[in-house]
């Protein structure tokens, strides 16, 4: 069955560049979700949309922004990097409210 | 947002039943439990979702008892490939619900 695609898997960046994390959700799913994970931290709910919609907004610095585009991909665009923005970034989707399926994630690393 | 609690972590054997409870005292009218877990540098995965009572499927049981303020997550069985963090979302819709401080299960041979 065809999954969440997250691309890069893994992305280094500098302090103050900007970094596009790609999202693609599974087939006919309506609703994306974006999370970060810090080194020994929980999932935190970044931001989600619903039918190309933002639907949610949760704990995202105003330095990062997504959206959902009309083929339903999504991308997190995040710009003036620091150091603590290296997490893991993961994708899920989800037809209407049920399950989250989850992306393997984006590994960002900012040096 | 209702708050979830759980322990942070737990200590288990192979074949042992695994049992972890997640306390949600403002439960609300409409909200659901659901649990997912997640193993290192991986993306949470969907164990079981229920609203009241019992609910089984071939991995897990929840259970929930009449005034909704608690849910147990039961594994049966476990395996060292159990060994994850485990984590209890409440919610009435996706977007209503929140990762917390889960629980880290240890599974040990």
């Known amino acids: 069955a065809a999954g969440v695609i997250q691309s890069p898997r893994h992305l280094i960046k500098e302090k103050r560049e900007t970094a596009t994390l790609k999202c693609y959700p599974i087939p006919r799913h309506d609703t994306v979700y974006w999370y970060q994970q810090g080194p020994g931290q929980d999932p935190q709910f970044l931001i989600s949309?619903?039918?190309?919609?933002?639907?949610d907004k949760g704990s995202i610095p105003d330095r990062f922004s997504a959206q959902q585009f009309s083929d339903y991909h999504s991308e997190l665009n995040m710009s003036s990097l620091e150091l603590g923005d290296s997490a893991l970034y993961f994708c899920?989707?989800?037809?209407?409210?049920?399950?989250?399926?989850f992306g393997p994630g984006t590994r960002l690393t900012v040096t | 947002l209702a708050k979830t609690t759980q322990p942070i972590s737990m200590d288990s054997y192979e074949g042992q039943e695994v049992n972890i409870t997640c306390s949600h005292n403002?439960?609300?009218?409409?909200?659901?439990i659901t649990w997912y877990q997640q193993f290192p540098s991986q993306g949470p995965r969907f164990i079981i979702q229920?609203?009241?009572t019992k609910v089984t499927n071939e991995v897990a049981s929840l259970f929930i008892p009449a005034d909704r303020k608690s849910s147990t997550l039961s594994l049966p069985r476990v395996s060292l490939s159990d060994t994850a963090v485990y984590y209890c979302?409440?919610?009435?819709?996706?977007?209503?619900?929140?990762f917390g401080a889960g629980t880290r299960l240890t599974v040990k041979p």
């Open positions: 899920a989707s989800s037809l209407e409210s049920y399950e989250q399926y």
């Open positions: 979302l409440v919610g009435a819709y996706n977007n209503d619900m929140r």
């Open positions: 229920g609203y009241k």
């Open positions: 949309f619903y039918e190309k919609m933002q639907s």
């Open positions: 403002n439960i609300a009218t409409n909200d659901y």
